[in-house]
Nanobody, 123 residues
């Protein structure tokens, strides 16, 4: 069973940047991957996704232009570069993965999940 481990979260001021990483315990080059986030009292929401080949990327309107998703050269790591962070970006960020995800924006289509990493943006 492939396990996903997120890292890179932390405390940052408004306008700052963070880079999240999601590393797999085994090869998952064939997996579509995504980042979701969940703020206190809210549902888990889609942030960004990348196809297994890295050829297609997707972003929620709230992060488009500020966040960039990418895969490492070994394709076993997925990154989320977050720039121009604002208070609304505060949440626990989770990476998810599965094969051939049809609705990349829907959390239930991903079987694999990491434990999450906290991102806190302060003023």
């Amino acid at each position: 069973q492939v396990q996903l481990v997120e890292s890179g979260g932390g405390l940052v001021q408004v306008g700052g940047s963070l880079r999240l990483s999601c590393a797999a315990s085994a090869r998952f080059g064939i997996y579509d991957m995504a980042w979701f986030r969940q703020a206190p009292g809210k549902e888990r929401e889609f942030v960004s996704a990348i196809r297994s080949t890295g050829s297609r990327t997707y972003y929620s309107p709230s992060v488009k232009g500020r966040f960039t998703i990418s895969r490492g050269d070994d394709r076993n790591t997925v990154f989320l570069q977050m720039n121009s962070l604002n208070l609304e970006d505060t949440a626990v960020y989770y990476c998810g993965g599965d094969e051939r995800v049809h609705e990349y924006w829907t959390a239930t289509f991903y079987d694999l999940w990491g434990q999450g990493t906290q991102v806190t943006v302060s003023s």
